[in-house]
Nanobody
Framework: QVHLVQSGGGFVQPGGSLRLSCTAS????????MSWYRETPGKERELVAR????????NYGDSMKGRFTASRDNAKNTVYLQMDSLEPEDTAVYYC?????????WGQGTQVTVSS
């Protein structure tokens, strides 16, 4: 069974940085692209970043470009999301995600709060 376990997140002031981690088990991690999404009350879950299986290519949601960086360490079965220049609008629950044989798998979610 595939599991994604997240860590990181928390509270930060505007302009600050946080790093999220997501460690996978139950799959050959290096075969799969990974994504980060975020969710705020009343809004649909929004794509934050996607990284290919090798880490050679990434893409980001428009509001995250230039501020967020996705990376991965396939030897550690872990994907990261480095978030810089955080804004109050980035406050959300963040989820890591992959799709295995057509089935979406989600991490447990982690709260990020940006506030002065």
């Amino acid at each position: 069974q595939v599991h994604l376990v997240q860590s990181g997140g928390g509270f930060v002031q505007p302009g600050g940085s946080l790093r999220l981690s997501c460690t996978a088990s139950g799959l050959t991690f290096s075969y799969y692209a990974m994504s980060w999404y975020r969710e705020t009350p009343g809004k649909e879950r929004e794509l934050v970043a996607r990284i290919t299986s090798t880490g050679g290519s990434t893409n980001y949601g428009d509001s995250m470009k230039g501020r967020f960086t996705a990376s991965r360490d396939n030897a550690k079965n872990t994907v990261y999301l480095q978030m810089d220049s955080l804004e109050p609008e980035d406050t959300a629950v963040y989820y890591c995600n992959t799709r295995v044989f057509g089935v979406q798998v989600w991490g447990q979610g982690t709260q990020v709060t940006v506030s002065s």
